[in-house]
C-alpha cells in the first residue's frame, strides 16, 4: 500500500509568516510522529500522536508550534511567526499501533526561512 | 535522559568487505532499537526493528544485534555494495511511560567505492 505521504515537498517563506506542513500517514496506523532534522542538531522528536490525542508534545520547540490530528488520519504540523532557525526539514511518521512499534517515515518537507 | 551515540561518524569501504556499524545508548531501559538508512535528500528507510526481548534481527545482507546490558547495538552489512552508501541511523525507543519518541545517534555516513 502507499507510504506515508507529506506536503509540501519544499517550503520557503518569509521570517515572520505562517506555515502549515501536511501529513498523510499509511492508512490504518493509529501512531503519528513528527520529527525534525537539522543540520546542527540531528533528528528531534517533536509531537506523538495516539488517535487524534497528544500523549506526548515535550519535544515543541516552542508555543508558535502546534500540531492536530484529524478524524485519527492526517496531521497538520503549523509553525506561527517563523523564525530563520525553523529551516530544516520536517519529518512524519507513522505506525500501527503506539510507539512499540515500527516508524515508517515520510520523505520530508524542507523548510526554508528568509 | 537517553541519549544514542554511533561511531564511527563516517566510513569508506572498498566494495565486497563486510562492515560494521555501532550504536550505543546510555537508559538500557530502551523498549526497541530500530535501523535506518537516509540516502541523500530522501526520508528514512526503515531496516530492521529490534524488540529489547530479542538479541538479533536479519534481513538479506543485514544483522543487527542488541545487548541491552551494555547498552549496544551493532549492523552488520556482508560483501557491501555501492548501492549501501547512505547515512546510517540507529534510534532507540522508549516503552509507552516514556513516550512515543525515537531518539536518534547522528548517524553514521558510509561509503561504498567500486
Known amino acids: 500500500g502507499a507510504g506515508v505521504s507529506q506536503s509540501p515537498s519544499n517550503k520557503v517563506t518569509e521570517k515572520g509568516k505562517d506555515v502549515e506542513l501536511r501529513c498523510d500517514p499509511i492508512s490504518g496506523h493509529t501512531a503519528l510522529y513528527w520529527y525534525r532534522q537539522s543540520l546542527g542538531q540531528g533528528l528531534e522528536f517533536l509531537i506523538y500522536f495516539q488517535g487524534n490525542s497528544a500523549p506526548d508534545k515535550s519535544g515543541l520547540p516552542s508555543d508558535r508550534f502546534s500540531a492536530e490530528r484529524t478524524g485519527g488520519s492526517v496531521s497538520t504540523l503549523t509553525i506561527q511567526r517563523t523564525q530563520q532557525e525553523d529551516s530544516a526539514v520536517y519529518l512524519c511518521a507513522s505506525s500501527f499501533f503506539d510507539s512499540t512499534d515500527e516508524q515508517y517515515f515520510g520523505p520530508g518537507t524542507r523548510l526554508t526561512v528568509t | 535522559k537517553q541519549e544514542v551515540t554511533q561511531i564511527p561518524a563516517a566510513l569508506s569501504v572498498p566494495e565486497g568487505e563486510n562492515l560494521v556499524l555501532n550504536c550505543s545508548f546510555t537508559?538500557?531501559?530502551?523498549?526497541?532499537l530500530q535501523w535506518f538508512r537516509q540516502d541523500p535528500g530522501k526520508g528514512l528507510t526503515s531496516l530492521l526493528l529490534i524488540q529489547s526481548s530479542q538479541r538479533e534481527q536479519t534481513s538479506g545482507r543485514l544483522n543487527a544485534s542488541l545487548d541491552k546490558s551494555s547498552g549496544r547495538s551493532t549492523l552488520y552489512i556482508a560483501a557491501s555494495q555501492p548501492g549501501d552508501s547512505a547515512t546510517y541511523l540507529c534510534?532507540?525507543?522508549?516503552?509507552?511511560?516514556?513516550?512515543?519518541?525515537?531518539?536518534f545517534g547522528q548517524g553514521t555516513e558510509l561509503s561504498v567505492k567500486p
Open positions: 537508559d538500557s531501559a530502551i523498549y526497541n
Open positions: 534510534a532507540g525507543g522508549g516503552n509507552l511511560s516514556q513516550g512515543g519518541k525515537l531518539i
